[in-house]
């Protein structure tokens, strides 16, 4: 691989420029905030440990801070971005600043959330300072339609990036944490300051680092059998499970029987249960038929 020239990131400058020249202004619509600091966009790289030999997916690259870093690291990477006009404007950013690796980079204009396929190799890593306003549901999306994904990076809202990591009997346990856990171990990996972003959001930023699980969860139910259970369970948090799964399972005897059945209290709450103990759930309610088909496209406000 040859190295990139010195100047191939992109900078402040660089970036206000790029926008001015394309009528760019990032929109709240769509949580954009550009990463200005190439500093920053190397550190990303570094702790998502991208090897030469990944191929790397990125979701809402905007104009390609990211990417670029991207590119000096893996051996391939492929954007998803659903803005029209970015779109079509990374290919040429890419070119311009990276020639030697233009032919290493694919772009997929769409939404993430309805990405199904990509081009080239299978994808061994997920990169990504992900929008806002819908990073948990294209997280589990991408997480669960490309299972050839081994290590995840992601930059999100901080408030988001706790709740991905919480562990059982945390206050901000919840749907986004135990259906993460589902696919990999999950840990904080490190904070973000505002003023690398431009605009500068009003809230902080977290890294998330998610390393696929070597041995997925045991279970005789489906993903989608579990994750039914999982949000009954936090639809109503403060109510205990035996309450809380009343509707899920037909009736709160029912639910009773299968908590019961699962070795779980029926007393006890959502956010005290792993996902293990949740697929215990979902499995014991499924012979019985009891256990709804959910809708596989993940919720957008968890």
Do not use: C
């Amino acid at each position: 691989m040859s190295s990139p020239t010195p100047d191939a990131l992109l900078g402040p400058a660089d970036i206000r420029e790029l926008a001015a020249a394309l009528g760019v202004r990032p929109t709240k619509q769509r949580g954009q905030n550009f990463v200005i600091d190439a500093n920053t966009v190397r550190r990303i790289v570094r702790t998502a440990d991208v090897r030469p030999e990944d191929v790397v997916v990125e979701v809402g690259p905007g104009l390609g801070s990211l990417t670029l870093a991207l590119l000096e690291a893996a051996d391939r990477v492929t954007a998803v971005e659903i803005d029209d006009v970015l779109a079509t404007a990374l290919p040429t950013t890419i070119a311009a600043r990276m020639p030697d690796r233009a032919g290493r980079f694919a772009l997929v204009h769409s939404d993430a959330l309805h990405v199904t396929e990509l081009p080239g190799p299978a994808p061994t890593a997920l990169v990504a300072n992900l929008p806002y306003n819908v990073a948990v549901p294209v997280l589990l999306h991408m997480l669960g339609t490309f299972p050839s994904i081994e290590r995840t990076l992601v930059m999100v809202q901080s408030e988001v990036a706790d709740r991905l990591a919480a562990a059982p009997g945390s206050k901000v346990y919840g749907v986004p944490s135990v259906k993460a856990n589902w696919y990999a171990e999950v840990k904080r990996a490190g904070a973000i300051g505002r003023n690398v972003f431009w605009p500068a959001p009003n809230v902080d930023s977290g890294l998330v680092s998610l390393v696929r699980r070597t041995e997925p969860v045991r279970t005789t139910a489906t993903k989608g059998e579990v994750f039914a259970v999982v949000d009954a369970a936090f639809a109503q948090r403060r109510k205990t499970l035996r309450a809380a799964l009343a509707g899920w399972a037909g009736s709160a005897a029912a639910a009773e029987a299968a908590l019961v059945a699962a070795g779980v209290s029926p007393q006890a709450r959502g956010e005290s249960l792993t996902v293990e103990e949740f697929a215990r759930i979902a499995e014991a309610a499924s012979p019985r038929g009891t256990t709804p088909a959910p809708p596989e496209e993940e919720p957008r406000n968890q």
